[in-house]
């Protein structure tokens, strides 16, 4: 019999899950890779930019899964989570988000 001992961890399918609604009006299905790549962009002047961008990535998923009750959330208050999660945690992180993935409203 075996008896090693082990942790199993569930995530939901986000992409298949949830849509964002761009300003336009278009709807895509939603991406962890897109925010993960904007927060790893954001702090990439840290000493290991790649686990912080992964936790604070988690995050997100965790307060935007909650956050949600139609499957569908709106690109602002994706980029306002994001913006909200960084302010906690680097300044320049949220400078660099703002600068170049804040999309603003035509």
Known sequence: M????????ENPDLKASI????FD???????????????YSSCKHRKSPLEDARALTNTFNRL???????GLVDLKDVQDL?????????SVALTYYN????????
């Open 2 to 9: 075996c008896k090693a001992i082990f942790t199993t961890s």
């Open 19 to 22: 849509s964002v609604k761009n």
């Open 25 to 39: 009006g278009s709807l895509e299905p939603f991406s962890t890779d897109k925010v993960l790549f904007s927060v």
């Open 64 to 70: 935007v899964i909650n956050q949600i009750t139609s």
């Open 82 to 90: 994001i913006s909200t999660i960084l302010s906690n945690f680097d």
């Open 99 to 106: 600068a170049y993935y804040v999309k603003k409203m035509d």
